[in-house]
């Protein structure tokens, strides 16, 4: 605790600014609260209901009776109920919320308290789950978000440091009982993972946040001479493929994710490494293409010009590379996975020797034919999608799996091709087609 103490004094004595902290009423953001009011910060306590559940009224009370007995400044926002929202959807919900306090209280500092312990866990969740090599760091003690500056003065400190902390002092705060069910994937980390590393070494947290730092060090100078490099080559939308080419591969790699992340900002996640790797090999066969990415964004080649830029056509078409699991537009899920009994058209079983890999999801295109399982001869796409009924305006979203060098390999849901085995032939994929709003039973 001594080092978030002495980081929030030098804090003070340079900036004077008004503090909004986002605090929930659990120990956390009470302990960072408590603190904050003991060395005289001006600040303002913003609460969000998320009415996520049944306490979430008492929560939001005991909060702003806890406020009005120690002279801070309440702020609440109480979100109405939504079905199917994740927890990024509610982050940016709470912080416009913050966003909008510091406008009203002509200040720039958001203060969150996040801690030690929540900083493994992010680590080791997105190390497992796959990330950006910026995501690999976690969070840093401070960042810029806009115009906003970010601080997260717990990062210090241990949970179990935090408890003694608000014990010691008598702070009072709430419990989410949610925190203790292991159904939350975070959770699991929390109780089995932590437990196992701090036995291990009981300043682990300090391990990781010095691996932090480090690798943002790294992001920091490879961001640098990823920067330097879009200035020299892209220009109006296009990058000079003469001077592209001649980089090293990852610097490629980064130069394509940035200019990507400036055009998708929040949905950069809709874009997966993997496919920026089949970008690049396409880049470097030296032939021109066109390809279509999630949310009308098309990445054209014409001989030594690289154009990307978000479109504006009428029709959804689409094409994207089908790595683990893939959620359409519509919501329609097709995804690999390890087992299944279904033998209907809803899955289909192929075999990597018949294939050129990575597989592709696309829209249809005029002139596609499938060779259909059992079947002589090969079959016009349009007119199986007659047959089974799918109205015009369907059609033309209506997902298609190919391999790379473009042979229709499935028609999700309406019919096999000849690349389909049985259950008892030889095969080592198997993918599956869900339509929104179904539930999958079986275990992937």
């Known amino acids: 605790m001594n080092e978030t103490v002495v980081f929030l ?27 904050l009011g003991n060395m005289n910060f ?29 002279d801070i400044l309440f702020e609440g926002l109480e979100i109405p109920p939504y079905k199917d929202k994740n927890e990024s959807f509610y982050r940016t919900k709470r912080y416009d919320f913050y966003k909008e306090l510091c406008n009203k209280y002509d200040t720039d500092t958001i203060m969150t308290a996040h801690h030690g312990d929540d900083l493994i866990e992010t680590i080791l969740m997105r190390l497992v789950r796959g990330s950006r090599l910026r995501g690999y760091t976690g969070f840093p003690v401070s960042y810029k978000e806009g115009s906003f500056e970010i601080i997260k003065p717990l990062i210090f400190c241990t949970k ?31 109780h089995t993972v932590l437990p196992f590393l701090k036995k ?3 300043n682990v947290h300090k391990k990781f946040l010095s691996y932090s730092r480090e690798l943002a060090k790294a992001c920091d100078y490879i961001d640098g001479i990823v920067a330097k490099s879009i200035a020299e080559n892209y220009k109006e939308n296009s990058i ?33 490494s993997r496919q920026i790797e089949n ?28 154009k990307i830029e978000k479109t504006t056509r009428e029709q959804e078409d689409y094409e994207f590379v089908l790595e683990t699991s893939l959620t359409l537009e ?38 596609d034919v499938m060779q259909i ?42 019919r096999k091709s000849k690349f389909d085995s049985e259950i008892n032939e030889k095969y080592d994929i198997i993918l599956r087609y869900t339509k929104k709003g179904e539930k999958i039973d079986e275990e992937k």
């Open 240 to 272: 000079d493929l003469a001077k592209f080419m001649p980089l090293d591969r990852f610097i490629k790699q980064k130069e394509l994710e940035t200019i990507l992340k400036s055009i998708y900002k929040d949905d950069i996640d809709k874009i997966k």
């Open 373 to 414: 399982k059992n079947m002589k001869g090969s079959k016009k796409i349009k007119s199986i999608m007659i047959d089974a009924k799918i109205p015009p305006s369907k059609r033309i979203t209506y997902p298609i799996v190919t391999d790379r060098e473009g042979t229709i390999v499935w028609l999700p849901g309406l």
């Open 160 to 190: 179990d440091e935090i408890l003694e902390y608000d014990k010691k002092n008598r702070v009072p705060f709430v419990l989410d009982k949610t925190n203790d069910e292991d159904t939350y994937t975070r959770n699991r980390y929390r």
């Open 279 to 306: 970008i690049i090999d396409l880049i470097e066969k030296g032939k021109n293409f066109t390809l279509n990415l999630p949310l009308k964004v098309k990445i054209v080649r014409e001989y030594d010009k690289l």
């Open 9 to 35: 004094k030098n804090l003070k004595n340079t900036s004077q600014k008004t503090v909004i902290v986002g605090c929930s009423g659990g120990p956390d953001s009470m302990c960072l609260l408590d603190i």
């Open 42 to 70: 001006d600040i303002v306590c913003a609460h969000v209901n998320h009415n996520i559940r049944k306490e979430s009224k008492d929560e939001y009370e005991f909060l702003r009776d806890y406020c009005r007995k120690k």
């Open 200 to 202: 291990e070494d009981k």
């Open 330 to 367: 519509n919501g329609d899920i097709i995804e690999y996975v390890t087992s299944s009994d279904d033998s209907s058209n809803y899955t289909t079983r192929l075999a990597t020797i018949d294939l050129k890999l990575p597989l592709i999801v696309r829209s249809r295109r005029d002139g």
